[in-house]
C-alpha cells in the first residue's frame, strides 16, 4: 500500500517543531505500524536526513514505550492495542496517517516523537514498591491466602505498562489511572499493607508535583488504555487516599 505521512519533527526540547510529509510506498499489510517507521527511516538514512526519533523496546506490548499518537488517537485506532502491535492491515491503501507524540505539559517532547516519561518513575519511587523481609526468615509466599477475587484484580492492575496513553488521551492530563492501577495492585495484597497508610498519600503528592492534572471523570483515559485498566482503580486510589488522610 501508498501511504501519506504527516510526521511530528522536532529537533530538541527547546525547537518549536512541525508537521513534515513523507510519502512511502509498498508497505505491507503485514507490517507492524513500528517497521513501517522502520521503512521510512531507512529512506531518510538513504538519502542523506536525520531518520525520525522514537521510542521501542519490547515491540511485544509489554515495555510501554511506544508511544505515539495516530490520526488523534494515542496508540491508533484499535483498542487494547499498543503501537508496536498495531498493523498496516488497520490502514488503507492511500490513507494519509498523521503521527505524533504523546502530549502533556509532564510529558516534554525531547526530540520528534520521543518524549520525557521519567515523570512516572518518580511518582513509582515515591511509593509504589513494598517492604519484604530478607532476613534469612522469609515467610514463604503461598503462606499467606489471598482470596481470588483480589488477586485477580491485583494482576488487573499490575497489567499497567506505564505507557503514559491515559494522559495523552485525558483533557486534564490526568495520570489517575495510571497512579490508581499502581496503588490498586499494592492495596488489594497482603504484601501491599506494610506502606500501605503512606502510599497514596505520597504518590498522589508526587503526581501533583510533577503537572499532572485532576480526573473530571470523563472517562477517555480507559476507553484508550492499551490494557484495559479499569476506572474502578482511581475509585480505590481515592478510598486508600482517604484511608491515609483520616488515620494519620
Ligand atoms: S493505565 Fe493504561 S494507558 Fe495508563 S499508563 Fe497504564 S497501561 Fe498505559
Ligand atoms: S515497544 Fe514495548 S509496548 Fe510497544
Not at 97 to 121: G, H, Q, T
Not at 177 to 194: D, E, H, R, T, W
Request: proline content about 4%; overall charge negative; some cysteine.
Amino acid at each position: 500500500m501508498n501511504l501519506n505521512l504527516k510526521v511530528w519533527r522536532q529537533n530538541s526540547p527547546e525547537d518549536k517543531g512541525k508537521m513534515v510529509d513523507y510519502q512511502l510506498e509498498g508497505i505491507s499489510e503485514h507490517m507492524s505500524f513500528l517497521e513501517m517507521m522502520d521503512v521510512l527511516n531507512g529512506k531518510l538514512i538513504d538519502s542523506g536526513e536525520r531518520p525520525v526519533a522514537f521510542d521501542h523496546d519490547c515491540r511485544e506490548g509489554i515495555c510501554g514505550s511506544c508511544s505515539m499518537f495516530i490520526n488523534g488517537e494515542a496508540h491508533g485506532p484499535v483498542k487494547g492495542t499498543t503501537t508496536c502491535q498495531l498493523h498496516m492491515r488497520s490502514f488503507k491503501d492511500g490513507d494519509t496517517i498523521f503521527i505524533e507524540p504523546f502530549r502533556a505539559n509532564a510529558f516534554p517532547v525531547i526530540k520528534d516523537l520521543v518524549i520525557d516519561r521519567s515523570a512516572f518513575d518518580r511518582i513509582q519511587h515515591s511509593g509504589g514498591y513494598i517492604s519484604v523481609n530478607t532476613s534469612g526468615n522469609t515467610q514463604d509466599a503461598n503462606a499467606t491466602p489471598i482470596p481470588k477475587e483480589n488477586a485477580d484484580l491485583a494482576m488487573d492492575a499490575a497489567t499497567c505498562i506505564g505507557c503514559g496513553a491515559c494522559v495523552a488521551t485525558c483533557k486534564n492530563s490526568s495520570a489517575m489511572l495510571f497512579v490508581g492501577a499502581k496503588i490498586s495492585q499494592y492495596a488489594l495484597l497482603p504484601q501491599g499493607q506494610v506502606e500501605a497508610k503512606e502510599r497514596a498519600q505520597n504518590m498522589v503528592a508526587q503526581m501533583d508535583a510533577e503537572g499532572f492534572g485532576n480526573c473530571t471523570n470523563t472517562g477517555a483515559c480507559e476507553v484508550e488504555c492499551p490494557k484495559g485498566i479499569s476506572l474502578s482503580n482511581i475509585a480505590r486510589m481515592n478510598r486508600e487516599f482517604l484511608d491515609g488522610s483520616v488515620t494519620k
